[in-house]
Nanobody, 120 residues
């Protein structure tokens, strides 16, 4: 009933920037929390940024100071601004959100992922 769709990934040189977007579509829902995860080949999926509310954000040590999570409530869209990208940031990035709806209660949803490649 609720669908998350990431966009904004691509190929960028080290030191460059990308802005990932995640649009939540559906009807009669509220986003409780949101987060961005990433998974590199051969590695476990890791959380890189999380927002419980607009004033409560957290970041992994590897991205803190370079990545910024944000949300546009009016458009039900979440963002991950990634600056000073490094080759080790290369991964598939996923958005995740805990979403409440009257019909289903609170449920975790995941997008399909968007590829970010940082390379010379």
């Amino acid at each position: 009933q609720v669908h998350l769709a990431e966009s904004g990934g691509g190929l960028v040189q080290p030191g460059g920037s990308l802005r990932l977007s995640c649009a939540a579509s559906g009807t009669f829902f509220t986003i409780n929390t949101m987060a961005w995860y990433r998974q590199a080949p051969g590695k476990q999926r890791e959380m890189v940024a999380k927002m419980t509310n607009p004033s409560d954000t957290s970041y992994s040590d590897s991205v803190r100071g370079r990545f910024t999570i944000s949300r546009n409530e009016g458009e039900n869209t979440m963002f991950l601004q990634m600056d000073n990208l490094k080759p080790e940031d290369t991964a598939v990035y996923y958005c995740s959100a805990n979403i409440y709806s009257f019909q289903h209660g609170s449920i975790d949803y995941w997008g399909q992922g968007t590829q970010v490649t940082v390379s010379k």
